[in-house]
């Protein structure tokens, strides 16, 4: 990615305008996450007159963008842990313990997402004119990406774990489904996120032969 970011500033003197008096521009990941999610195709175009500027930006956070798009769900109330915490309405005690859950778009945007995330380096790539097309990207993410319903929002997947934590978990999906691709792969590390998920997981498939602790980075 560093080369991305060193030759925005040999655009910068090819073309002859400068940069820093642009680079006040505020934009953030939410402000791309939400023109993604409402369909806005103009926001690109608005975070300035300067094509130049608008490809810095996106450029910036295309990588985290794609990451965080990719994840969809629900995040409501826990109710259960409410009840163990005790929680009362109105009690006062700060935000409510909550859950993501997945929702009917959850896988869907999923496959979108990984199918999107192929052309990246082609995308991302600078032509002979000096040119990325990262636009493109910008727009598959609007037109491919399903209609959110009300409750769906957009969720930060949780920091990757380890690398040997990943092959271990990984080793753990192939034991239970041999012939899983790489997609169906994505899935299962999607859906079993989290220590508790994968501590779930192994106790319901009654694996009792394994230790926990090689597949939980806590």
């Known amino acids: 990615m560093n ?11 090819e073309n002859n305008f400068n940069l820093e008096q642009e680079n ?9 996450l939400n023109a993604i999610k409402n369909k806005d195709i103009e926001f690109y175009k608005k975070i300035s007159d300067n094509e130049n500027i ?5 450029l910036s956070c295309i990588y985290p ?32 313990p909550s859950k993501i859950y997945d929702t009917e778009n959850t896988i869907y945007n999923l496959l979108v997402c990984n199918d999107i995330n192929e052309n990246f380096w082609i995308l991302t790539k600078r032509d ?10 910008y727009l598959m993410m609007i037109y491919f990406l399903p209609n959110f319903n009300k409750e769906e929002e957009f969720i930060w997947l949780p920091k990757p774990k380890s690398k040997k934590i990943k092959e271990k978990v990984d080793e753990l999906f192939l034991k239970i489904y041999p012939d ?39």
Request: charged letters at 35%.
């Open 180 to 218: 899983a691709n790489e997609i169906e792969l994505n899935i299962l590390r999607k859906k079993y996120n989290t220590p508790e998920k994968i501590r779930e997981l192994i106790q319901f498939l009654g694996l009792n032969n394994i230790s926990e602790k090689d597949f939980i980075d806590e």
């Open 54 to 58: 608008r490809e810095k930006k996106l």
């Open 65 to 96: 963008l794609l990451r965080w798009a990719s994840c969809v769900g629900a995040n409501k109330i826990d109710w259960l842990e409410a009840k163990k915490q005790g929680r009362k309405k109105g009690d006062k005690k700060g935000p409510w």
């Open 128 to 137: 002979n004119s000096g040119k990325t097309h990262i636009y493109l990207l």
């Open 3 to 13: 080369l991305i970011y060193s030759d925005i500033f040999e655009i910068e003197k």
């Open 24 to 32: 006040d521009i505020e934009i953030s990941i939410n402000d791309f």
